[in-house]
């Protein structure tokens, strides 16, 4: 027994030694296993269409939904930092500090290029923010990859290189990026990290904030030395084509994940690029971190970038039926029983778009539910006129924005509804036909999901067919859920902007023949 208390007694003596030698560096120094650990959080978020007509968006813009995030409202303010929140607050050595962060600009992606000035006044806040709760050991942004600013050529990088002035070289910056990002080596040059979501529809972006996290924190405890590269590939896609949901885009993806699934500590980012922003980089590209492996970092970009140039054509080249035939595939769905029957106007950005509006009711299709028609003038009449539900609305709506969107339409109905939704102060439901209802809105509005149309009285399962102005993200709603049974994309009659003709856009910072599928050229 004597023996026994003794090796206990000496046991637990060893243990408190080791422990008190692992809490001292090698100077003999004593340290904690509990740094705390400040991370500065910004974001700046938008997906820039520079073709897009209208005013460029300025500071009142930006603020039309209020003033910026602050503090920590930041934190939770998107999707990309709710994930990243949970999963840094889960250390806990680990404070947040939210720095002031615009809203999403009036009009969303329908807006065109962004004034330099209004651009410099919010990542000016942010700079302030930062230098008052200087130091820290982190930075984390939360950007898309997309934004385009007159006099700026690289956004996103150039926002990483303000932050990087103040916190200095040695303080890890982290980023999260939409797939559609039009990044080259310049962002990777000033921080020290990124990660893009991997679905289209964007269902990991929560992951990929939280991804960030981890791999931040790593850096911020030494345990993790970025091995970076980048790999710029030619190819100018219409997003309609990147649907991941489908091959060859669902391939690129998993290989990607196969590459970090292999080797732990490896990342595979792919971006796809958006073509409407008239930028320098425009166009996909693949970012690759290891840990302290640059050899690895090539292996994996040459292979990702060789595999994407192998199978470019069936993600960059595509054929979508016109107006009257994608009409009469909705008659042909509705008598054999498969519906509802979603037609999305993938080309129409700015929203005002008529073709397949008229069309449905040249061929008479009824319960319709067209979502959403932009037309500010049918908004001001109906509020200056003070009109009531079931008031009666005689008016014509859309194609204000030039020959591609078609010719207004005449709408004789009712007023069903008209109040706030989806951020707007203005929307209304106007009720024509048979059984046709028509929203209305201020901008552009992207309708994804049937409960996005379950406001007012309107409910969505009393109708056949759905109208969308989108390329993709509707799919997570009506498609990728089983609601809908027939899906179609209309295209637009003519090479006009928005559709996959991206050739015949006025490109000035690019010459499109430099890019697949527009000419025959070589890569790498």
Known sequence: MVLYKFNFIAFIACWIGIQLLQACDVRGQQISDKKPYHIAV??????????????EPDVKDWTYQGPPYR????????????????????????????????????????????????????VDLMIEDLQQVMPVDGV???????????????????????????????????????????????????????????RYPHYDEYHQGERAARYLYRLMRGSYKPAKTVRTLPILTATVLQWTGQSPMMNIMERARRWEDRYPGAY???????????????????????????????????DMAAYMWRTRKDWSEGHFPQPKEAVEQTRNAITQGNIPVVLADYWDRTGDGTWTLSELIQQEVNNVLYATITDVGVLEKIWQNDLKAGDGIDMEMGGYTGEQAGEPVRIQGKLLWKGKNWGYDRVAAVEFGKNNLI??????????????????????????????????????????????????????????????????????????????????????
Not at 95 to 119: C, D, H, M, Q, Y
Not at 146 to 166: L, T
Not at 473 to 484: K, L, N, P, S, V
Request: with cysteine; hydrophobic share 40%; glycine share 8%.
């Open 140 to 198: 984390f942004l939360a950007l898309h990859g997309a934004m385009a600013v007159r006099g700026v050529d690289h956004p996103e990088a150039e926002i990483a290189k303000r932050f990087r002035e103040v916190v200095g070289p040695d303080i890890p910056i982290v980023a999260t990026f939409d797939l559609h990002g039009n990044e080259d080596e310049k962002f990777l040059k000033q921080a020290d990290g990124l990660f893009a979501v991997k």
């Open 268 to 302: 595979v980012n792919v971006m796809l690029g958006f073509p409407w922003a008239d930028v320098k980089d425009v166009g996909a590209s693949v970012h690759v971190m290891t840990n302290n492996n640059q050899v690895l970092a090539d292996e994996i970009a040459n």
């Open 439 to 524: 929203v209305v809105t201020p901008a552009y509005q992207e309708v994804r999901t049937p409960e996005q149309l379950r406001f007012g009285p309107i409910e969505p399962d009393n109708y056949n067919v759905f109208v969308v102005k989108s390329r993709v993200h509707f799919r997570r709603g009506f498609d990728e859920t089983g609601y809908a049974a027939s899906i179609i994309h209309v295209d637009a009659p003519g090479k006009w902007f928005g559709t996959m003709h991206l050739d015949v856009l006025p490109y000035k910072n690019i010459n499109v023949e430099d890019f697949y599928p527009f000419s025959d050229i070589k890569y790498p």
């Open 42 to 55: 910004a974001s700046f978020f938008h997906e820039t269409c520079t073709f897009c007509p209208g005013e």
């Open 71 to 122: 503090g920590e409202d930041v934190l939770t303010s998107r999707t990309y930092l709710r994930g990243f929140t949970e999963q840094a607050l889960a250390f806990d050595n680990v404070k947040l500090l939210g720095l002031s962060s615009p809203r999403p600009v009036f009009g969303g992606i329908s807006r065109t290029w962004n004034k330099k000035e209004a651009f410099d006044y919010f």
